[in-house]
């Protein structure tokens, strides 16, 4: 199995086919009120004082209990680089997003998908095209009204995972395509080798969602935010492992994507890389777990 590394990702190199336009842009000669909202750096921020004028909202801190720009989130063009799912880039029919890096990557994955279907081309440095990849991600697909009767919808999944993608990729440009469009979370990251997999590896989804007592004395469904975790049961090589198990420390509370297989969307996680657990020494072998408390 695999846990992936995130490359870094600068919006300055990311361009998207989706209007930005939730606010006006800022504009440093203009005086804003209080609670006046303006795009400054694909993110959407928020006056916290009147008579505001000439403070860059990019650069205000906002630790600062007197900052005078709050960021709410990013616009809905760039929410899939936001690193929360719940907050997804939402489009109609198409959605292109194209992506420069700096750094190489070999796996790239959308997560938290709403779409029929998800085509890449990935360019190198020079802006050649090194290869290209297409995937279904379910529902049907028609050219014509008769086709409604002779092709069976396909199970709709809800994420988008390429691997062994050419080490010259420096760039993709992606296209979701299909009716009402989300993508949650785009990933680009580099991959490295942990182990092998076991039948024990299992998933739960976790929710805090709860019956309450209001103030009146009503009972009401709180709804909470659901979150999907996996626990890896893995097996490396003794000698594999000494490499294994300091990367896998540094990368413990990072944003990750894991692959338990990939074939099977259900072990393929976007989330924070959690608790890991050395269980065995074997003499040829170290059997351990960790988990990814998976925000897909």
């Known amino acids: 199995m695999l846990v992936c590394e995130p ?19 800022w504009v440093v000669g203009v005086t804003y009120g209080l ?22 909202p990019a650069l205000v801190d906002q630790s600062k209990v007197s900052a005078e720009w709050l960021e709410v989130q990013y616009t809905n063009a760039y929410a899939a680089f936001d690193g929360v799912l719940d907050n997804p880039t939402v489009a109609s029919e198409s959605l292109v997003i194209d992506v420069t890096v700096s750094d190489s990557f070999d796996v790239l994955g959308l997560f938290g998908v709403r779409a029929v279907s998800v085509s890449v081309v990935f360019y190198n440095a020079a802006d050649q095209k090194v290869g290209e990849r297409s995937l279904s991600l379910g529902g049907r697909e028609v050219s014509g009204w008769w086709e409604w009767f002779t092709i069976a919808p396909e199970p709709r999944r809800d994420k988008a995972f390429f691997y062994g993608i050419p080490v010259s990729a420096r760039r993709a440009v992606i296209e979701v395509l299909g009716g009402e469009l989300s993508v949650g ?17 299992s998933g739960r989804t976790v929710t805090a969602s709860r019956y309450e007592v209001n103030d009146f004395g009503r009972t009401i469904w709180t709804k909470r935010p659901t979150r999907r975790e996996m626990t890896y049961i893995v097996e490396a090589d003794r000698f594999a492992f000494e490499s294994i198990e300091p990367r896998m420390g540094e990368l413990a509370g990072s944003l990750v994507v894991t692959v338990g297989a ?12 959690g608790t890991i657990d050395w269980v065995e020494d074997g003499p040829d072998e170290y059997l351990y777990s960790f988990s990814n408390k998976g925000l897909s």
Request: no cysteine; proline share 4%; glycine share 8%.
């Open 7 to 25: 490359v870094e990702i600068s919006l300055d190199n990311v361009s998207v086919s989706v209007a930005e336009d939730d606010e006006p842009a």
């Open 185 to 201: 979370e785009v990933f680009l990251g580099q991959s490295f080798y942990v182990g092998e997999a076991q039948p024990k590896t």
């Open 35 to 56: 609670g006046d909202r303006v795009v400054r750096d694909h993110r959407i921020f928020e006056s916290m004082v009147a008579d505001n004028l000439g403070t860059d």
């Open 262 to 273: 990939y074939d099977i969307p259900s072990t393929i996680h976007f989330g924070i890389l």
